[in-house]
Nanobody, 125 residues
Framework: QVQLVESGGGSVQAGGSLTLSCVVA????????IGWFRQAPGKEREEVAG??????YYADSVKGRFTISLDNAKNTVYLQMNNLQPDDTAMYYC????????????????????WGQGTQVTVSS
């Protein structure tokens, strides 16, 4: 059974930075395709970034500000978030997909089968 544990959330002022981590614990093998998603109060969960098999993808709202990276040796995924804005306030989740996702489907939540519990990010103005 795959388990994902996020950490690194917190409270920052607008313009600040945070780095989220997601440790992927799996009985065998390396990480597969990993996505970061977020859900703000009263809103639906939305995609943030995805990475795997040499590719990375970003939602338009975070392009140029967020960077996703993988450390396969540590089975850990990072989300570096710069120039945070109040609209970035949300619970952030990492998830793993057993498939090789591409530009047209990395953002589709139904392809992700294992999810973490989330880490809260709060950005004040």
């Amino acid at each position: 059974q795959v388990q994902l544990v996020e950490s690194g959330g917190g409270s920052v002022q607008a313009g600040g930075s945070l780095t989220l981590s997601c440790v992927v614990a799996r009985p065998t093998g390396n990480m597969e395709f990993i996505g970061w998603f977020r859900q703000a109060p009263g809103k639906e969960r939305e995609e943030v970034a995805g990475a795997g098999y040499g590719t990375t993808y970003y939602a338009d709202s975070v392009k140029g500000r967020f960077t996703i990276s993988l450390d396969n040796a540590k089975n850990t995924v990072y989300l570096q978030m710069n120039n945070l804005q109040p609209d970035d306030t949300a619970m952030y989740y990492c998830a793993e997909s057993p498939w090789v996702l591409g530009s047209t489907d990395w953002n589709l939540q139904r392809y992700y089968k294992s999810w973490g519990q989330g880490t809260q990010v709060t950005v004040s103005s």
